[in-house]
């Protein structure tokens, strides 16, 4: 048995299989002794296992041996190999395929090399190399000019070493599909609310202390908070605006109660509690 193929049974299938396949793709080769066909194809998905050095790695279950497996995964014949990513199946095959016919299922699984970019970007960002990570993002940009979860990534980092202008450029490219993510929401309302000037906190806070009705002063101190994190304040003052003047421009206060609300993932009780006060003043 090889470095990159090993047997599972039921206790360890999870940590082998299901957490294995968050790093690599896993080759579950649901096999028996007596059956011909596996001892068939047995050698060529140890071979491959081998030849690709760790890209995936083959797991091998003996249905005779570990029933529950077998009957979990809805295994009716074998041979029957299922390739699970991320925890879940991804494909499957059944029978003795060839080995051209293998290898051509295992290439459908690999990560592209802007891919495999992408990834070394991430592990260098979280390490704090931004600049080496937008390096190696711009080569997977240039390798699949079509991925818009590159470009994700591109505008995070950038937003993170305070390039505003090149993040918005960036999430503002992208398609309405990918902008209704809740990731990207959050990320485009971060970029909207970021690099916040003009007048301070404290001036403007005199101006509402001095007029309640000065609803821009109130827009205005609503993004200073939501800059500082400071979220509640915030949706405070936007939702005064909404009560004294639904209107006020183009709607913008209901309109940046929403973009607060993307920016906290649309979760948690803050969220909850101000939809409905949102709701209240509106309706």
């Known amino acids: 048995m090889g470095m ?3 047997d599972v049974n039921t206790s360890t299938f999870q ?65 029957n190999v299922k390739a699970f990513v991320d925890g879940e199946v991804r494909d499957e095959f059944a029978g003795a395929l060839p080995e051209s016919m293998v290898r051509q299922f295992i290439e459908r699984l690999l990560p592209s090399e802007a891919e495999l970019l992408r990834r070394r970007a991430t592990a260098l960002s979280a390490a704090g190399q931004g600049e080496e990570a937008l390096r190696l993002l711009e080569q997977a940009q240039a390798l699949e000019p079509g991925n818009e979860w590159i470009k994700v ?35 485009i309302a971060r970029a909207e609310f970021a690099g916040v000037d003009g007048e301070d906190v404290e001036t403007l806070q005199k101006r509402v202390a001095a007029d309640a009705n000065d609803l821009e002063a109130r827009l205005k101190l609503a993004r200073h908070y939501v800059s500082r994190q400071q979220y509640e304040p915030a949706l405070d003052q936007l939702l ?18 929403l973009s607060v609300f993307n920016l906290l993932g649309n979760q948690g009780e803050l969220v909850a509690r101000y939809r409905r006060l949102l709701a209240s003043a509106l309706y």
């Open 15 to 79: 940590s082998v299989v299901i957490e294995g396949s968050k790093k690599v793709p896993v080759l579950v080769d649901f096999w028996a002794a007596w059956c011909a066909p596996c001892r068939a194809l047995k050698p060529v998905l140890e071979k491959l296992a081998e030849e690709y050095q760790g890209r995936f790695l083959l797991a091998k279950v003996n249905t005779d041996e570990n029933q529950e497996l077998a009957m979990r995964y809805g295994v009716r014949g074998i041979p």
């Open 240 to 257: 005064e605006i909404i009560r004294r003047d639904r209107s006020f421009g183009d709607d913008v206060a209901r309109k940046t109660m």
């Open 153 to 187: 990534d591109r505008a995070e980092i950038l937003l993170a070493r305070g390039r505003l202008e090149e993040a918005k450029a960036l999430l503002d490219s992208l398609t309405v599909l990918v902008r209704d993510e809740p990731r990207v929401a959050a990320l």
């Open 4 to 6: 990159h193929s090993l």
